[in-house]
């Protein structure tokens, strides 16, 4: 009986660590430059169905006026999917305008040791491949939330399309981003799936919708950043 007892603690301590690095997560998107619209697109996101905390269904709300810089498209997070009993990722797709030219875009997004400029969310950020940033490039880092990463760029088609897959924390990670030349600058589309760890998974819904928050926001820094005509991390 003590193993079964010391292994519920621990699954219980584990739990409750997580919860917790949830709320820093939202604590600290909250003081991090967060206005009451970004709070209360947070709620709303917390309240739809499709994230699975709300009684019941909402009606879909169109979009008025112009697209905010990284407005969230989508963020769809289920337990699992029904025609398989494997869980399926998270997901989050996020659509920004960049007024800059597609190659612009494309090599700052692309060179990961950029990324500490708009997601706070990380740090250390480290090319760890020989030669210059092209297809199978590694990266490694750090996550505040959730522990270290490694990042690989597995499809590289230079300026439309980019895939990232690797590890965040404990958990598989994949991003998916392309690029459509506009008039006036660049639209970039991205798709983030991540399947947490097991532990975790009870709690993929809220994970997702804080992610995606997350994200929207780092890519409307992003955007920012690239219109200021900030220098890259690296040359």
């Given at each position: 009986?003590?193993?079964?007892?010391?292994?519920?603690?621990?699954?219980?301590?584990?739990?409750?660590?997580?919860?917790?690095?949830?709320?820093?997560?939202?604590?600290?998107?909250?003081?991090?430059?967060?206005?009451?619209?970004?709070?209360?697109?947070?709620?709303?996101?917390?309240?739809?169905?499709?994230?699975?905390?709300?009684?019941?269904?909402?009606?879909?709300?169109?979009?008025?006026?112009?697209?905010?810089?990284?407005?969230?498209?989508?963020?769809?997070?289920?337990?699992?999917?029904?025609?398989?009993?494997?869980?399926?990722?998270?997901?989050?797709?996020?659509?920004?305008?960049?007024?800059?030219?597609?190659?612009?875009?494309?090599?700052?997004?692309?060179?990961?040791?950029?990324?500490?400029?708009?997601?706070?969310?990380?740090?250390?950020?480290?090319?760890?491949?020989?030669?210059?940033?092209?297809?199978?490039?590694?990266f490694e880092g750090?996550?505040?939330?959730?522990?270290?990463?490694?990042?690989?760029?597995?499809?590289?088609?230079?300026?439309?399309?980019?895939?990232?897959?690797?590890?965040?924390?404990?958990?598989?990670?994949?991003?998916?981003?392309?690029?459509?030349?506009?008039?006036?600058?660049?639209?970039?589309?991205?798709?983030?799936?991540?399947?947490?760890?097991?532990?975790?998974?009870?709690?993929?819904?809220?994970?997702?919708?804080?992610?995606?928050?997350?994200?929207?926001?780092?890519f409307g820094r992003?955007?920012?950043?690239?219109?200021?005509?900030?220098?890259?991390?690296?040359?």
């Amino acid at each position: 009986m003590a193993p079964l007892g010391a292994l519920a603690l621990y699954r219980t301590w584990s739990t409750m660590l997580f919860v917790l690095q949830v709320l820093v997560l939202v604590a600290r998107a909250r003081r991090e430059e967060a206005a009451p619209g970004d709070l209360r697109g947070v709620m709303a996101a917390l309240r739809s169905p499709s994230s699975g905390l709300a009684p019941a269904p909402m009606a879909p709300r169109s979009p008025s006026g112009a697209a905010p810089l990284g407005r969230l498209l989508e963020g769809d997070v289920t337990t699992q999917d029904p025609r398989s009993s494997q869980p399926v990722p998270g997901i989050a797709r996020v659509r920004v305008f960049v007024s800059r030219e597609p190659e612009v875009v494309f090599d700052y997004f692309a060179d990961l040791r950029n990324e500490p400029q708009y997601n706070r969310q990380v740090s250390g950020i480290t090319k760890t491949s020989p030669g210059p940033i092209a297809q199978n490039t590694t990266f490694e880092g750090s996550h505040r939330g959730l522990g270290r990463v490694s990042w690989r760029l597995t499809e590289y088609e230079r300026p439309k399309h980019v895939v990232i897959e690797g590890q965040v924390g404990q958990g598989a990670y994949r991003w998916t981003s392309d690029f459509e030349a506009a008039k006036g600058g660049t639209w970039m589309n991205g798709r983030m799936e991540w399947q947490p760890p097991p532990r975790w998974r009870p709690f993929r819904r809220l994970l997702g919708v804080v992610l995606g928050w997350n994200a929207r926001r780092s890519f409307g820094r992003m955007a920012a950043v690239l219109q200021e005509g900030r220098s890259p991390t690296v040359p």
